[in-house]
């Protein structure tokens, strides 16, 4: 797995503790700095109290679709952040939802947190490349 040029700061919501875990784990071995949040109102405070440079969601956080909002507002605080969501599966729907509430990645439950990992580090790895040139 390559590692992040920068330590970026990835902001991990998820309420499944051993997922939000191994999102956590994940992104560190890729030389990531994460804050991990369990629920809706942590989430928000993180939102406003750090600078972000990437976030994973999960589409439920505390109801169903809640994490679609999170991620709209991440989007809209920052906007060149890049945005992965978890959803139960890839349908038509979530596709949708994504693409609505300024997602910029869909995974399901079922892929390895490893590879969100890579996503989010190829992501920020581009960007910085992106700034450089």
Known sequence: MTKAKEKELVLVV??????????HNACVES???T??????????LMISQHVFGAAVFSSRIGEEGDGW???AV???????????MIDRERSVTSL?????????????NNDAPV??????VSAISQKSN????
């Open 14 to 23: 998820d309420s499944n503790l051993g997922r939000a875990t191994s999102l």
């Open 31 to 33: 030389g990531c700095r």
């Open 35 to 44: 804050v991990v949040a369990r629920d809706l109102p942590t989430a928000l």
């Open 69 to 71: 909002s999170l991620a």
């Open 74 to 84: 991440f989007r809209l605080v920052f906007p060149k952040a890049y945005v992965a």
């Open 96 to 108: 949708q939802a994504a693409i609505n509430h300024g997602a910029d990645e869909l995974f399901d």
């Open 115 to 120: 590879q969100v990992a890579r996503s989010v």
């Open 130 to 133: 992106e700034t450089v040139q």
